[in-house]
């Protein structure tokens, strides 16, 4: 039995309010995109960054957990636009397990 014969299955046990949970998921998950961010193989190992920069949102994160304002970032990144920023932290929100992750990764190191 493929995949989809199996969600089928699965689908025909939830209850409306799972059915509408499910939806929601997949509708996110089909419209997962912000603009002003991006992922590139091979840059800054893959993380996502600043569009047209090498500024991973993990770095912008750690700075500012430090205690670094919006200001002090973008003084920090003559490149940067305050646009760049709400960005940067609406894609921290959506996807805090993977910067965590990245964050803690370079405190090992």
């Known amino acids: 039995m493929g995949i989809l014969q199996d969600a089928k299955k699965l689908l025909e046990a939830l209850t409306s309010g799972e059915r509408a949970q499910l939806l929601e998921w997949a509708i996110h ?9 991006e992922m590139t193989a091979g840059v800054c190992g893959g993380a996502t960054c600043i569009a047209g920069t090498r500024i991973p949102i993990w770095i912008l994160e750690q700075y500012r957990r430090s ?6 970032l973008l003084h920090s ?9 709400v960005h ?3 894609y921290v929100r959506s996807h805090r397990n993977d910067i965590e992750q990245r964050i803690r990764k370079n405190e090992a190191a």
């Open 29 to 37: 998950d089909l419209t997962d995109t912000h603009p002003g961010i």
């Open 67 to 72: 205690g670094a304002s919006d200001a002090e």
């Open 77 to 85: 990144y003559p490149g940067l636009r305050a646009e760049d920023l």
């Open 88 to 90: 940067a932290w609406t």
